[in-house]
C-alpha cells in the first residue's frame, strides 16, 4: 500500500473525498488529473479548493492542500483532459479510479487497464445517488474469519485465501440476459441500478448528459427506457418517470454528505484491495441517498446477482 | 448563494432555509466529529457550536484531517473550529474547549439548539447528552462506530427509543476465581494484571472483598478465605512501597509464594494443569521504570507463563486491557456523512422518514442498510419519566417546601407523609422511611443549577410515573417555583391541569414563535402576583406558585 501509485481522474466531491481518506492512509504516490478551473459552484462540495483558487486549474490548487494532510504522500497534480491521454499513460499505475466521467471514456480505461492489469474502479454522485464500478480482472486476498474455540474465552482468527474474477464495464453494459435472475431475486433489486444504466446510455448516444428543463431531452430519456427495459424482457414499471428525471435532474448535483459516504466505501475498498485483505466490491455498489440503502450488486452475464 | 447552489437544488429553498437559520450543536471534535464539522460547514449549516475537552495527540493525525502536526497539545475544539473556516469563512462556529458535563452546559443553554449531534465515543458522555436532550425536548442525531460497523439513529422524546431504552451490552466480565486462582486464557492473566494487581499495587483499591463474596457458596468457602488473606497480605506489604525489599518482597509474593499456596489446593489441580513456579523465564523484573502497560504485559505474561497460557505481545496486551478495537478512518467518514442525511430530514420534520443507518460490511451484498426507529420501551426508567424544567431559588427553597407545593399541592393535607422518593446524583434524598432532609435548603442538600432530581410516586401507575426536574436557579426574594413543560397529572393537582399543559408538537408550532421561543425566558427579579395567576413569559403562559 504504502508504494502503490494511484490516478483520481477529476477533482469535484467525491474525489476530494476519495483523496482525502487515501492519503490520510498513506498511499505512495497519488495522481490527480483535471482540466478544468475552479467556479464558485465548486466551492459546495470540494473543500480543498476556496474562494482565493476560483479561475485556477482545479488539480493544481488542489494538490498543495492534499500534500498538507500527510507530507508522506507524493501527489502529482497534472491539468490535462484524460481523454487526451495515450495508452501509455496509465502504465505507470497501480490502479485507476475514474471520478465523474461518462461511460466511453470508462470503456476506454477499462480495456487499457485490462490490458495492462491494472486494477480499476469508477464512481460518480448525482445528488442524493451514486455508484461504485469494480474491475480488478483477477483479484488474490485474504479473508480473516473469527471462530470461538470452545470453553476458552477466546476466538481464533482463520485466515482464508480467496481468489475473484471479474467482468469489464462493457460485459456490464452488454448484459441482456436479466431474466435468468430468479424472479424473487428482481424484485428485491433497487430500480436505480437500470436507472443508472439508462443515463449512460443517453451520455453514449447524445454525447452529454440529459437537461430536464428540456422538454426532447425528457422525452429521449423516457423512451431510452422503454427500449431497455424492453430488450431486456424487464417490466418498465420498476423504473419510474419520477426515479429516471430525479437522477437526470441531480446528475451534476454534489452534496458533501452524499460524496462522504460513497467516498467513504470506495476509498476503504480501494485500501483493501491494494493490501490484499477483506472482501472488494464485485462489481457495482448502487447507493440510495434518500431511503439510506447501499447495495452491491455483480453484474455480469448469468443468473448471479448478488 | 452560487457555492450553494447544488445544495438548494437538491433540498428545495424551504429546507435549505432551515438549514440556513437553524443552530446545532455538536458534541466530539474527533474521528467523528472532524468529519461531521466538514460536512456541516459545507452543506451550509452556519450557527454551529461544538464542544470537545480534549486536545491533539500524534495519533489522532491519520484519521482527524482538521488537525496536522503543528496542532498537536492544542484544543481539538478550537483547531476543528480554524480548520473548518477554511472551508467556509463566512460560518459562525463557536468552540467550548469544555466537558459537556460541565454546568455552564445546562438545560437553558440546550434549548437553544434546535438539533443536536453526538460525535462521542463513550457511554458517560452519551448517556448525559440523551437525558438534556430529552430534558430540553431537543432532537438528537446519535452515533457511533467500531471498526468497520457504523450507526446512525435519531433520538426524540415521546416519538423513538432513547438512547438508554435498551440495555448496552456490558462488558465481558470473568468470575473472581477464574481470575484470581485458576486462569486459562491470556485475557485471564490480563484482567489479572489490569483489575486485581496494578490496582492493588498503584490505584485506589476496589473493594476486592466485595467481589470475592458475591461468589461465596459452600464448596469455595475455603479458597474465598484464602484469596481474602492474600489481598490483604498484598496491602501490608504496599506499605513497604518505597524501601529498597519493596520490589523483591513484591515479585516473591505475587509470582511464588501465591502460588505455592494455590498448588496446595490439591482439589483445584485434578482437572486443570496446575502452575510452575519456576518457569524458563527470562522476563526481569525492572523496579524503576514501570508504565502502565509495560508493567501489565510484563506481568500478565509472566503469570500466564506460569500456568502455561498462551502469552501476548504489548501491542495485544494493550489492545485486550484497553478494550480497543482499532478506529478506521473510512468508516468515521461514512457515519459523518450519514449523520447529516438524518439531520435533513429531522429539520424537515419528517421524522417518519428518519431511520436508523447502519454501516456494516458483514451485511453485504446490502452494506449500507437503514431501518424504522423504534417507539420508545415504555419501561424506560429515564425516558418514561415526565420531564419538566423547574425555576427555583435553590437557596431559599427546602426540601419540604418542595415536597408540600410542587409535589404533592396545597389541598393535600400538610401532616399526610408524601408517599415519593426523591433521587439526586443516584442518592436519596427523601423517602417514606427517610425524612431527616426535610428542613435543607436545596443548597444545602449541593440540589443546585443544572442537577437533575427524580421524584418516583411510591405507587407507580399511568397517572403517577416519575418525574424528573431539571434545576434553574433563579434569584428571587420570594421562594417561588415555576414549572417549564408537562409534569404526570398526580402532581400540583392545584393547577388547572389543561392550562398547565404545553403541548411541543412540532407540527402545530408556528414558525416565528418558534424561533422566539429558542431565547432563554427572562425572569424578573422581582415579582409581585398572587398565587396561582397566569403570566406571560416568552416561553408562553405560565402557572405560578409564591411561597412567602
Given amino acids: ?306 | 448563494m452560487p457555492r450553494f447552489s447544488h445544495y438548494e437544488a437538491a433540498l428545495g429553498s424551504q429546507l435549505f432555509e432551515k438549514i440556513r437559520n437553524c443552530r446545532v450543536l455538536m458534541v466530539g471534535a474527533g474521528g467523528i466529529g472532524c468529519e461531521l464539522l466538514k460536512n456541516l460547514v459545507m452543506s451550509g449549516f452556519n450557527k454551529i457550536e461544538l464542544v470537545d475537552l480534549d486536545t491533539i495527540d500524534l495519533s489522532n493525525l491519520n484519521r482527524q484531517f482538521l488537525f496536522q502536526k503543528q496542532h498537536i497539545k492544542k484544543s481539538k475544539a478550537q483547531v476543528a473550529r480554524e480548520s473548518a473556516l477554511k472551508f467556509n469563512p463566512n460560518a459562525s462556529i463557536v468552540a467550548h474547549h469544555a466537558n459537556i458535563k460541565d454546568p455552564q452546559f445546562n438545560i437553558e443553554w440546550f434549548k437553544s439548539f434546535d438539533i443536536v449531534m453526538n460525535a462521542l465515543d463513550n457511554l458517560d458522555a452519551r448517556r448525559h447528552v440523551n437525558t438534556m436532550c430529552l430534558v430540553a425536548n431537543i432532537p438528537l442525531v446519535e452515533s457511533g462506530s467500531e471498526g468497520y460497523l457504523g450507526q446512525v439513529t435519531i433520538i426524540k422524546k415521546g416519538e423513538t427509543e432513547c438512547y438508554e431504552c435498551q440495555p448496552k451490552p456490558t462488558r465481558k466480565t470473568y468470575p473472581v476465581c477464574t481470575i484470581r486462582s485458576t486462569p486459562s486464557s491470556p485475557i485471564h492473566c490480563i484482567v489479572w494484571a489490569k483489575s486485581y494487581l496494578f490496582n492493588q499495587l498503584f490505584g485506589i483499591p476496589e473493594d476486592e472483598d466485595e467481589e470475592l463474596d458475591k461468589e461465596l457458596n459452600d464448596e469455595n468457602a475455603n479458597e474465598i478465605a484464602n484469596l481474602k488473606a492474600e489481598t490483604l497480605a498484598l496491602k501490608r506489604i504496599r506499605e513497604a512501597m518505597g524501601s529498597q525489599e519493596y520490589p523483591k518482597i513484591t515479585f516473591q509474593k505475587i509470582f511464588n509464594d501465591d502460588i505455592n499456596r494455590l498448588l496446595t489446593m490439591e482439589d483445584m489441580w485434578k482437572t486443570r494443569k496446575p502452575p510452575a513456579t519456576n518457569p524458563d523465564a527470562s522476563l526481569t523484573f525492572d523496579k524503576d521504570d514501570i508504565d502502565a502497560i509495560d508493567f501489565i504485559t510484563a506481568t500478565s505474561n509472566l503469570r500466564a507463563r506460569i500456568f502455561g497460557i498462551e502469552e501476548k505481545t504489548r501491542f495485544q496486551v494493550k489492545a485486550m486491557a484497553g478494550n480497543i478495537i482499532p478506529a478506521i478512518a473510512t468508516t468515521n467518514a461514512i457515519v459523518a456523512g450519514m449523520i447529516v442525511m438524518q439531520a435533513f430530514k429531522v429539520l424537515n420534520g419528517d421524522f417518519k422518514e428518519c431511520k436508523t443507518v447502519y454501516c456494516s460490511p458483514d451485511r453485504r451484498p446490502k452494506s449500507i442498510l437503514s431501518e424504522s426507529l423504534n417507539k420508545p420501551n415504555v419501561e424506560c426508567s429515564v425516558c418514561q419519566s415526565a420531564h419538566v424544567t423547574l425555576n427555583v431559588n435553590v437557596k431559599k427553597v427546602t426540601l419540604r417546601d418542595f415536597l408540600k407545593e410542587v409535589v404533592q399541592g396545597h389541598d393535600e393535607d400538610e401532616n399526610d407523609i408524601c408517599e415519593v422518593s426523591v433521587e439526586e446524583g443516584g442518592r436519596i434524598i427523601y423517602d417514606v422511611e427517610y425524612d431527616d432532609n426535610l428542613d435543607a435548603t436545596f443548597e444545602k442538600l449541593n440540589i443546585t443549577d443544572g442537577k437533575m432530581v427524580k421524584v418516583t410516586p411510591e405507587n407507580e401507575d399511568e397517572e403517577n410515573c416519575p418525574t424528573v426536574f431539571a434545576i434553574t436557579h433563579r434569584q428571587s426574594p420570594n421562594t417561588w417555583f415555576q414549572i417549564d413543560g408537562d409534569i404526570a397529572p398526580r402532581f400540583h393537582t392545584n393547577a388547572n391541569s389543561n392550562a398547565h399543559k404545553r403541548k411541543l408538537d412540532d407540527s402545530e408550532v408556528d414558525p416565528q414563535e418558534e424561533s422566539s421561543r429558542k431565547r432563554p425566558a427572562v425572569i424578573e427579579n422581582e415579582v409581585i402576583v398572587q398565587d396561582d395567576d397566569l403570566i406571560m413569559t416568552e416561553d408562553g403562559p405560565q402557572r405560578l406558585i409564591v411561597i412567602d
Avoid at chain 1, 474465552?153 to 471479474?166: G, R, V
Fill in chain 1, 1 to 306: 500500500m504504502r508504494v502503490s501509485s494511484i490516478l483520481i481522474s477529476g477533482m469535484r466531491g467525491l474525489s476530494n473525498e476519495i483523496c482525502k481518506n487515501l492519503v490520510l492512509a498513506g498511499i505512495g504516490t497519488i495522481t490527480i488529473i483535471d482540466h478544468n478551473v475552479v467556479t464558485e459552484e465548486d466551492l459546495g462540495a470540494q473543500f480543498f479548493v476556496t474562494e482565493g483558487d476560483i479561475g485556477k486549474n482545479k488539480a493544481t490548487v488542489s494538490a498543495d492542500r492534499i500534500r498538507q494532510l500527510n507530507p508522506r504522500v507524493v501527489v502529482i497534480a497534472d491539468h490535462s483532459d484524460i481523454h487526451t491521454k495515450p495508452d501509455d499513460f496509465f502504465k505507470v499505475f497501480d490502479l485507476v479510479c475514474l471520478t465523474d466521467c461518462d461511460p466511453d471514456i470508462m470503456i476506454r480505461i477499462n480495456e487499457i487497464c485490462r490490458n495492462f492489469d491494472k486494477k480499476f474502479y469508477a464512481a460518480c454522485t448525482y445528488g442524493f445517488y451514486g455508484y461504485i464500478f469494480c474491475d480488478l480482472k483477477q483479484h488474490e486476498y485474504i479473508v480473516e474469519r473469527k471462530i470461538a474455540i470452545p470453553h476458552k474465552d477466546e476466538h481464533e482468527i482463520t485466515k482464508l485465501k480467496k481468489h475473484d474474477e471479474y467482468v469489464s464495464f462493457q460485459h456490464v453494459l452488454s448484459k441482456t440476459d436479466w431474466t435468468e435472475i430468479s424472479d424473487r431475486k428482481l424484485k428485491k433489486i433497487s430500480p436505480l441500478l437500470w436507472a443508472i444504466q439508462i443515463l449512460w446510455k443517453f451520455q453514449q448516444e447524445v454525447g452529454r448528459l440529459p437537461v430536464t428543463n428540456d422538454n426532447l431531452d425528457v422525452e429521449k430519456l423516457l423512451s431510452l427506457r422503454n427500449t431497455y427495459l424492453q430488450t431486456i424482457h424487464i417490466n418498465n414499471l420498476l423504473v419510474t418517470d419520477e426515479l429516471l428525471i430525479a437522477l437526470a435532474s441531480f446528475s451534476l448535483t454534489e452534496l458533501t454528505p452524499i460524496c462522504a459516504i460513497l467516498g467513504g466505501v470506495l476509498a476503504q475498498d480501494i485500501l483493501n484491495v491494494l493490501s490484499k485483505k477483506g472482501v472488494p466490491i464485485n462489481n457495482l455498489f448502487v447507493f440510495d441517498g434518500f431511503q439510506g440503502n447501499g447495495y452491491i450488486y455483480h453484474v455480469e452475464q448469468g443468473k448471479h446477482i448478488v
